[in-house]
């Protein structure tokens, strides 16, 4: 992509890396929209595109001397914001990687705490259901609730999906859930053993 320059480009570049703030303004304003919609398109966001873009002047006001050796301005700003760019979205990228296991380690933890409670008696009405569970399920509950091995572990290890992995222990709560509550000393195991108490 190729910025229209401005008719004195030269000049204003010149002048810019002596110091003068009058000609980098002109700089700035002349290139500042048209590099915004080109890092906008890349991004789609705005706040990222204008704070990308400023970043740029800001740098190249820092090193304005180096501008005398520069033969296109536009080039140049193109050259920073595009690595600027593509840094920005692969910082973003990470964040969601960490913020998705982050949630997946935060569901794992609330799902395993609906039947995680500390009485043996209730664990050993919890041991009992397991035993009801399908083959796989059973596997996979035992592996993420006993073993405490993330999703992508136990995929590993079964030669299934993470996504079905997930699925099988869903199945797995519910039904546990489901045959504790089917006897009604275990409800009210269940609801004595779970209320907090209030001081």
Same mark, same amino acid.
């Given at each position: 992509?190729?910025?229209?320059?401005?008719?004195?480009?030269?000049?204003?570049?010149?002048?810019? +890396?002596?110091?003068?703030?009058?000609?980098?303004? $002109?700089?700035f304003?002349?290139?500042?929209?048209?590099?915004?919609?080109y890092?906008? $398109?890349?991004?789609? @966001? %705005?706040?990222? +595109?204008?704070?990308?873009? !400023?970043?740029?002047?800001?740098?190249?006001? /820092?090193?304005?001397?180096?501008?005398?050796?520069?033969? @296109?301005? *536009?080039?140049?700003? /193109?050259?920073?914001?595009?690595?600027?760019?593509?840094?920005?979205?692969? $910082?973003?990228? +990470?964040?969601?990687?960490? %913020?998705?296991?982050?949630? %997946?380690?935060?569901?794992?933890?609330?799902?395993?705490?609906?039947?995680?409670? &500390?009485?043996?008696?209730?664990?050993?009405?919890?041991?009992k259901?397991?035993?009801?569970? &399908?083959? !796989? %399920?059973?596997?996979?509950y035992?592996?993420?609730?006993?073993?405490?091995?993330?999703?992508?572990?136990?995929?590993?290890?079964? *030669?299934?999906? &993470?996504?079905?992995?997930? $699925?099988?222990?869903?199945?797995?709560?519910?039904?546990?859930?489901k045959? #504790?509550?089917?006897n009604?000393?275990? #409800?009210?195991?269940?609801?004595?053993?779970?209320?907090? /108490?209030?001081?």
């Open positions: 992509m190729a910025f229209r320059p401005h008719s004195n480009e030269s000049a204003l570049m010149f002048a810019a +890396a002596n110091g003068d703030e009058r000609a980098f303004s $002109k700089l304003y002349w290139y500042y929209k048209q590099l915004g919609a890092v906008f $398109k890349i991004t789609d @966001s %705005q706040i990222l +595109a204008e704070e990308i873009v !400023q970043d740029a002047f800001v740098k190249i006001w /820092l090193r304005r001397s180096t501008l005398e050796n520069i033969t @296109s301005f *536009g080039a140049y700003l /193109l050259t920073i914001c595009r690595h600027d760019t593509f840094k920005a979205l692969k $910082k973003i990228a +990470a964040q969601k990687v960490l %913020q998705a296991e982050l949630e %997946q380690y935060l569901m794992q933890e609330e799902e395993m705490a609906l039947l995680d409670n &500390p009485a043996e008696e209730f664990r050993t009405i919890i041991a259901s397991v035993e009801k569970l &399908p083959e !796989q %399920q059973r596997k996979v035992i592996m993420s609730r006993y073993d405490r091995l993330k999703y992508e572990e136990i995929a590993q290890k079964l *030669g299934l999906s &993470p996504t079905t992995v997930k $699925k099988h222990i869903q199945l797995a709560v519910k039904f546990i859930q045959d #504790i509550a089917s009604k000393f275990d #409800i009210s195991l269940a609801i004595i053993l779970t209320t907090p /108490l209030i001081l």
